[in-house]
């Protein structure tokens, strides 16, 4: 019984408007062509099987040699902290949250090497509130449309060389106002790097990992979503003792109703009545 009345509420709220969302990809194509750090090595598809197998049989099978750190990727915390989560341990739960996209494009016009401020971040509350907890906050500079052009990602003449590098992140002092007053679960950028181009010491890099904090670069198309109001979802490989992965990164958009902080809490709100409304049945029934 309990069960039956709680398959039945799922198909009410799923046949209603609670879970209507448009789905949009946030991430670049890894392949040849994909952004790596020039001290690192690339992208290769080995061709393991293709063509004919057996008699009726047409199969494909490759294999993939790639830098954890490809494209669209994940940092794990242990990227910069031996003693933080590498990929296999970082929670589920901190791979899924709301989006908060931090718009900078203005301030990178004049500035390469623009790094976000806490200014930034109270804007961006001014007009959506509190950054929620377990968020996803991500930098648009805009810098995805230069990608996968090494020279203008890395904003250089000379890609290979890391001292040549312009291109806008974060600000130290930021991501620790974030970590000091805000519970946030992964940072993320449009551009190579959590650092902007001109560090030699990684200071973001090395707060967020010893924060257990996911980092999350080259992030693509977000001017496709709203700055508040979307979940985000980080697909990344669940690698034994990892220190990042090649992520699928797509954003929910809810449909049909306003993208406010309320209303990104939303699913998770319904989830958890699903789970009460099945503890009350079973301890009745």
């Known amino acids: 019984m309990a069960m039956f009345v709680l398959a039945t509420f799922t198909v009410l709220l799923y046949s209603g408007h609670c879970f209507d969302y448009k789905v949009v990809d ?16 690339g992208y290769e598809l080995i061709y ?20 954890e750190h490809l494209g669209t990727h994940l940092d794990a915390p242990v990227h910069f902290n031996q003693y933080s989560w590498t990929t296999h341990q970082i929670p589920i739960d901190h791979l899924v949250g709301p989006g908060v996209i931090i718009d900078v494009k203005d ?15 109270e804007k961006w509350e ?24 090494k020279k203008r990602v890395f904003n250089t003449e000379d890609p290979i060389d890391t001292k040549t590098f312009h291109f806008p992140s974060w600000h130290e002092d930021t991501v620790a106002w974030m970590v000091a007053h805000r519970t946030i679960h ?3 950028v449009d551009s190579p ?11 973001v890099h090395i707060l ?13 198309y977000l001017d496709r979503i709203p700055a508040s109001g979307t979940i985000i979802s980080i697909g990344a490989m669940k690698t034994e003792d990892g220190s990042g992965s090649p992520a699928r990164v797509i954003a929910l958009i809810p ?3 306003s993208t406010s902080n309320s209303n990104e809490k939303q699913p998770f709100i319904i989830l958890s009545m699903l789970c009460f409304i099945n503890n009350l049945l079973l301890t009745n029934y």
């Not at 946030?26 to 090595?41: K, M, V």
């Not at 377990?134 to 805009?142: D, K, P, Q």
């Open 186 to 188: 992964v940072l993320g």
């Open 26 to 41: 946030l991430t670049h194509i890894h392949g040849n062509d994909s952004i790596y750090w020039p001290t690192h090595t």
């Open 48 to 67: 393991s099987q293709r063509g004919k197998y057996g008699d009726d049989l047409w199969v494909a099978a490759y294999t993939l040699k790639t830098t």
């Open 255 to 257: 449909q049909g109703e």
């Open 107 to 121: 301030n990178v016009k004049n500035d390469p090497d623009y790094r976000v401020t806490v200014a930034d971040i």
């Open 193 to 203: 790097s959590l650092d902007y181009g001109q560090s030699r010491k990684f200071p």
């Open 126 to 149: 001014e007009n959506n509130g509190r950054i929620p907890n377990g968020a996803i906050v991500i930098m648009n500079s805009g810098w995805f449309e230069r990608y996968p052009d």
């Open 208 to 220: 967020i990992s010893s924060e257990n904090i996911c980092g999350l670069e080259n992030v693509g």
